[in-house]
């Protein structure tokens, strides 16, 4: 049997690392070996003459061995960089460096198991912060942003002054009560700011309230209609600094409108809103007998009359929602007015079964417009008051009166105060929307200027020219509507006219009529804009209706212009939803 069949296959190359790693071995293994035979071999056979021509060791290449450096002159180390191999290194070295770039082109084809083993995957180039260092980076960045606008926004304030970024008004409720405001907010707190600074146009008195970043400006009273208000604030700063800006805004007022009453004999009455030419008559609302109503700026309280007596209805403007209020028994309602701020309705009541010893007669009641209360009958002494005349106090829920012992007295519901005597008098003509003065004539017939909230007095200025003693005098922003009678010699009616006097005492004549005409009412719209004169034509061929307020079945209300002294439209009915009471016979 052959030996060599027993000897193990020998790989031709190495495949492996461990491969090539032990075939470096076995050749270092066979190098040292004959390293000893070679260090004997001079002593064997002597070296050659380089005199005697003999050449034969001349083309030996000289290798180091033990690490020591070539000795021969112009021949470098190997060049260990990879995919170059020395041209004198071993076979089994460039066999190794050839199966290391093998290996690094395809690590699979030198070693089949890599492919299956896990891999370390390489490390990144550069660590990434951690999470939670992103997020405060990040956070960080915004909060420089938001810092930098600010402080942008800031520089930009501080450049331009304040300046308005809101305004709130109700210019509808404005025409119809005093006390209405307009709001400003600004984009920043405000310096104090006096009255001085505020200019309103066209002029109109009003107060003053800023704090802050808010300046309230409320009108004592109220405004024209279809009118362009533009509200001024000079010199305003910021109360940080900087320079100061002119805070302005403009709002237009709507076109009034106007409540009448027409009675009809053959029909109902009925209550017409209408427009100030008379072009837009609407009915709101009709009954068999209206005997008078009043309106507020949301509401209408109306009382109607029948056989059983009186009963008393609120409703919307529009007529819809309508509701009974209690009376304080079974009797007749008359001389109806409201108090828009206090939100009371008050009437003069009489009971339907009244005798000299039982019932009462004209007192003075009072209570919500609501209707959540009780009827409240003012009292004087203790004891229900006969009332005479009376008036709600304008922007108040206080009540001026004069029972029939001629005792001048003011009592205010929304206080406990009681009821506090203001002397003597005969009657009240009317009293001033935000002033809170009343025109009184006291016994001796002198008419003053009261001062509710002190009691002090001044007698009331003629007018110039002087037209005589006013049957009735009315007040009004500005100025007053006085009712006057030319008389002959013997006393007897030459004719009447309303003259406007305003707070100087100028009077300019604004409506006259003759003999066979009379006047019996004039009121001004809220603001003292337009004046509404009830004019009853041919007094001899206007019989009186037979209602529990008896008037001329024929009235007229002439609309004026007071501004300019222009009639402006007459309109068929009376008792204008302008005026405090109903007209007197």
């Not at 006390?179 to 002029?203: M, W, Y």
């Not at 209020?325 to 009541?349: K, M, T």
Request: glycine residues 10%.
């Amino acid at each position: 049997m052959s030996t060599d069949d027993e000897r193990p296959e020998v790989p031709a190359a190495p495949r492996t690392r461990a491969e090539m790693r032990a075939a470096r071995e076995a050749e270092a293994a066979a190098a040292a070996a004959v390293a000893p035979a070679a260090a004997a071999a001079p002593a064997e056979a002597a070296p050659a003459d380089p005199d005697s021509g003999d050449t034969s060791g001349a083309d030996t290449p000289h290798v180091g061995l033990g690490g020591e450096e070539p000795l021969v002159s112009g021949v470098s180390a190997p060049d260990v960089t990879r995919g170059h191999v020395d041209p004198g290194a071993s076979t089994s070295e460039a066999a190794d460096s050839e199966a290391a770039d093998s290996e690094a082109a395809d690590p699979g084809a030198a070693d089949p198991e890599a492919a299956s083993r896990p891999t370390t995957p390489p490390a990144p180039a550069s660590p990434k912060p951690p999470r939670d260092r992103r997020f405060l980076i990040a956070l960080g960045a915004v909060l420089g942003i938001l810092v930098l606008v600010g402080a942008g926004l800031g520089a930009v304030s501080l450049t331009q002054g304040p300046r308005i970024t809101d305004v709130q008004v109700d210019p509808a409720h404005a025409i119809e009560s005093s006390g209405s405001r307009v709001i400003l907010t600004t984009n920043q707190s405000l310096e104090s700011i006096d009255e001085s600074q505020v200019t309103v146009e066209p002029a109109v008195p009003f107060t003053l309230d800023a704090a802050g970043r808010g300046v309230g400006i409320r009108f004592t009273v109220p405004l024209d209609d279809d009118t362009e208000y533009t509200v001024k604030i000079a010199d305003a700063t910021g109360a940080g600094g900087g320079p100061a800006a002119t805070l302005e805004t403009s709002f237009t007022t709507p076109a009034s409108s106007i409540f009448l009453l027409r009675r009809d004999a053959n029909g109902d009455d009925k209550i017409f809103r209408t427009d100030l030419t008379g072009e837009k008559g609407v009915p709101v609302f009709a009954a068999d007998k209206i005997n008078d109503f009043r309106a507020t700026s949301t509401q209408l309280v109306v009382s109607i009359e029948d056989d059983e007596g009186s009963s008393l209805l609120v409703m919307n403007r529009d007529g819809s929602d309508q509701r009974e209020l209690p009376l304080p028994g079974d009797g007749y309602v008359g001389a109806i007015q409201v108090s828009e701020r206090g939100g009371f309705v008050g009437y003069s009541y009489s009971d339907k079964k009244l005798t000299d010893t039982e019932g009462r007669a004209s007192v003075l009641v009072t209570q919500s417009l609501s209707g959540d209360d009780e009827p409240v009958v003012t009292q004087v002494g203790g004891e229900d008051a006969s009332i005479f005349v009376w008036q709600f106090v304008p922007d108040s829920a206080a009540v001026l009166f004069i029972d029939f012992d001629g005792a001048l007295s003011l009592v205010d519901r929304s206080t406990d105060a009681g009821v506090q005597s203001l002397g003597l008098a005969t009657t009240i003509q009317g009293i001033s929307r935000g002033t809170y003065t009343a025109i009184v004539e006291r016994l001796d017939g002198t008419v003053v200027e009261l001062n509710l909230a002190d009691g002090s007095e001044q007698p009331l200025a003629a007018s110039n020219p002087d037209y005589g003693t006013a049957m009735t005098i009315t007040p009004y922003p500005g100025g007053t509507l006085r009712h006057v009678v030319a008389r002959d010699a013997g006393g007897v009616p030459q004719g009447q006219a309303i003259i406007t006097v305003d707070d100087e005492g100028a009077a300019t004549p604004l409506v006259e009529v003759g003999p066979a005409d009379s006047i019996l009412q004039a009121c001004a719209s809220p603001s003292g804009q337009y004046a509404a004169v009830v004019i009853a034509p041919d007094m001899t061929d206007n019989p009186y209706d037979q209602m529990l307020l008896p008037l001329p079945e024929n009235m007229e209300t002439h609309l004026i212009d007071l501004r300019t002294g222009d009639e402006m439209v007459a309109l068929t009915g009376f008792d204008a939803s302008w005026c405090q009471t109903a007209p007197q016979f």
